[in-house]
């Protein structure tokens, strides 16, 4: 079994990275009106929280289309040999 080169991928990628991006295009305003300690931290652990589930929502999309692009190159070569 032969892997793709991985740059074939990334050509694949730029194809669907907008549909990647719609994961996490939600914005967030946020309004400070105290700005106590604990009002700061807990804005801060929010931006923190939301940037985190972010970020992995992005892993888990950039994994599924590395697995969609390896499925579909398998399949590729299985009905061309």
């Not at 994961?23 to 985190?52: C, F, G």
């Amino acid at each position: 079994m032969q892997f793709p080169d991985f740059h074939e991928f990334e050509s694949y990628l730029r194809e669907v990275e907008p549909e990647l991006g719609r994961l996490v295009s939600n914005q967030h305003v946020y309004r400070l009106e105290d700005s106590t300690p604990e009002s700061i931290s807990a804005l801060v652990s929010d931006v923190a929280a939301k940037t985190l589930a972010a970020a992995n929502k992005m892993t888990i999309g950039y994994l599924a289309a590395y697995h969609q692009f390896l499925a579909d190159h398998f399949e590729s070569q299985e009905s061309d040999g």
